[in-house]
């Protein structure tokens, strides 16, 4: 997965703006994103602090690692199974 080129403190304070008031237009226009961003990080990171934004990429990404692992461990349990089901 691609990774932003904004960190969890400038979307916050991008969205910190939006809730001040400013237009959707305007921010995406003055950061460089679409406007469709913005309702996205307004989705993900809406509500949430800095802090609580590490703390959430810091759990997708060990969701990720486990994601993997577990499919490793699948797929040499798949391994085994066959090898143990043909006649020799």
Do not use: C, P
């Amino acid at each position: 997965m691609k990774r932003s080129r904004f960190t969890e403190e400038q979307i916050i304070g991008v969205l910190k703006e939006a809730e001040a008031g400013a237009k959707t237009a305007d921010l995406a226009r003055k950061h460089g994103v679409s406007e469709a961003t913005l309702y996205d990080w307004k989705a993900k990171y809406g509500g949430l602090e800095v802090s609580e934004a590490k703390r959430l990429r810091a759990l997708e990404d060990e969701n990720a690692k486990l994601k993997r692992l577990l499919a490793e461990a699948m797929l040499d349990n798949a391994g085994l199974k066959d090898l143990l089901t043909k006649k020799w």
